[in-house]
């Protein structure tokens, strides 16, 4: 049976973005910080895809089932492609808290 997990880094850019927002207005967010919390973050993002691909690989040698082989090889495509779309959004968090942390004129 395949099992899907669902992605931690999204929970984590949920939290991380309120929990900027919340700090926005009183200062404490540094340009250095949100580099930091990205770095962060992708680093996650990567672990998880990681691990995702290692297990789907050793469903993949442990398959015998063409079919099943099949479906494998395109949840870890999938893998990718989620990695993709969760480094956009990091990148779009990134963004926010540099704008949080500009100061408004």
Do not use: F, H
């Amino acid at each position: 049976m395949l099992r899907k997990r669902a992605p931690v880094p999204l929970v984590a850019v949920a939290l991380l973005l309120a929990l900027w927002l919340a700090t926005a207005e009183s200062g404490s967010i540094t340009a250095v910080k949100c580099k930091a919390d990205q770095d962060e973050l992708i680093a996650a993002i990567e672990a998880a895809r990681q691990q995702t691909i290692t297990q789907i690989n050793t469903q993949l040698a442990d398959s015998t089932d063409p079919q099943r082989s099949e479906a494998l090889v395109a949840l870890r495509e999938r893998a990718w492609d989620e990695e993709e779309v969760q480094r956009g959004q990091a990148q779009q968090i990134y963004v926010d808290c540099m704008n949080a942390v500009r100061p408004k004129s």
